[in-house]
């Protein structure tokens, strides 16, 4: 289940659901996929796209696995809890938020929809009709992007890492990363999909910003190396934790968000993040700045 950040102007997207399961390999025809997950990971992939490959910063925000963390899109953001990382929201967190919050030695993450359009951006009118597909099912003003038409798209996310970097971040948690198991309205490919996301952490990298992953299970062995986290939810209910193990083992962390209303508690959760390496929190949807932290 995805939600939306409310606002005084129009509802907004909160968390794109879990690294959804959503197609199987055998589904993904069906669901607007392609190759669902194999093919080569050569540095070259895919041969028909022109992603450039920016130079690295010198360095970068390496999170560590088991930081503790943060998530609030819905409010004034709580500056008292007592959190290693925050994931915030691009456009809504004032520099001078990010900068009190980093003042206190956490780290910022800015929150971006990588994936789809959505009407109530200040950038909105900046991305071209051509690209934007169909309505994102059950959220309306949310439209599918289409992330192979790399000439017309990258400039847009480029100004959105720009502002990010210009803003203080960190890093970068972008959303929707698995365009290849939806319905876009555009024919995507998982081979495209692996290429625009790699692309994606190139460019954080290139500004000295970490990145994280967000939905796209099937691909986490394969990117693993090119990102510096992952973002999931509802791992323990769905019970697919384990998919994030290349990145725990490569001694990065996995932020995990268990909902409340689902009946996920700190007794059924926190177990399973602790025999992973998780860093778990409990949430409810509204993603306000209430949260419940496995004990220690």
């Not at 929809?113 to 071209?128: L, S, V």
């Not at 209303?261 to 390496?277: D, H, M």
Request: charged share 20%; net charge neutral.
């Amino acid at each position: 289940m995805v939600m939306r950040k409310p606002s005084s102007m129009t509802p907004r997207r909160i968390l794109r659901a879990s690294m959804a399961m959503a197609c199987l390999p055998l589904l993904l025809t069906a669901c607007g996929g392609g190759d669902g997950g194999g093919g080569s990971t050569t540095p070259t992939e895919p041969p028909d796209l022109s992603y450039p490959s920016p130079s690295p910063a010198s360095s970068w925000w390496k999170p560590t696995k088991g930081s503790s963390w943060q998530i609030q899109y819905f409010g004034v953001v709580d500056q008292t809890v007592n959190a290693d990382v925050f994931d915030v929201d691009l456009f809504d967190t004032s520099v001078e938020t990010i900068a009190a919050l980093k003042a206190k030695g956490s780290r910022v993450l800015c929150y971006l929809n990588a994936g789809a359009w959505e009407n109530w951006r200040p950038d909105k009118d900046a991305f071209p009709t051509a690209i934007i597909g169909n309505d994102y099912a059950g959220w309306p003003g949310e439209k599918w992007l289409n992330i192979a038409a790399w000439d017309q798209l990258a400039p847009l996310m480029r100004a959105r890492l720009d502002l990010c970097k210009s803003k203080g971040f960190d890093g970068v948690a972008p959303d929707n990363l698995d365009s290849y198991t939806q319905a876009t309205g555009f024919t995507i490919s998982a081979m495209q999909q692996r290429a625009y996301s790699r692309w994606l952490a190139a460019e954080a990298h290139a500004r000295g910003l970490a990145i994280g992953m967000k939905n796209d299970p099937n691909h986490v062995g394969q990117l693993a190396a090119s990102f510096d986290f992952a973002i999931v939810e509802s791992c323990v209910q769905g019970n697919w934790c384990d998919k994030t193990k290349p990145l725990l083992d490569a001694g990065k962390p996995v932020f995990a968000i268990e909902y409340l209303e689902t009946g996920q508690t700190t007794t059924t959760a926190c177990p399973v993040a602790k025999n992973l390496g998780l860093s778990l929190i409990l949430k409810r949807r509204t993603l306000n700045a209430e949260r419940q932290v496995c004990p220690a």
